[in-house]
């Protein structure tokens, strides 16, 4: 399976565990919301709020584009601590963080 399917298929088991957590939302934060300067959106967006409006549409962006993927990736530490008791789901960031940290 090339990159991008994995990418692909490791989005879906996210939100899958989002869902299965009951961390997904039904609608967007306030369109302000994403005006944050702050990395993970940290003032004004909860952890999985930025995961799911932000994150993951900016990678399924990338792939619909053919874009290049990011290849120093690490947002799992983060939300080890965001969200500790989201264990499926830190093991599917975790998934995206291996693949997408390329060494150089």
């Known amino acids: 399976m090339n990159t991008e399917k994995q990418v692909r298929q490791i989005?879906?088991?996210?939100?899958?565990?989002m869902r299965n957590a009951k961390l997904w939302h039904a609608t967007p934060p306030?369109?302000?919301?994403?005006?944050?300067?702050?990395?993970?959106?940290?003032?004004?967006?909860?952890?999985e709020q930025w995961l799911q409006w932000v994150l993951v549409p900016r990678m399924y962006a990338l792939l619909e584009a053919g874009a290049a993927l990011p290849t120093r990736f690490a947002i799992t530490p983060y939300f080890e601590v965001a969200m500790p008791e989201a264990t499926m789901l830190l093991s599917q960031l975790q998934r995206l963080d291996d693949l997408l940290n390329i060494e150089d």
Do not use: C, G, K, W
């Not at 989005?11 to 565990?17: F, R, S």
């Open 30 to 47: 306030d369109t302000d919301a994403f005006e944050s300067q702050e990395p993970f959106s940290v003032d004004t967006m909860s952890a």
């Open 11 to 17: 989005l879906e088991d996210i939100e899958q565990a």
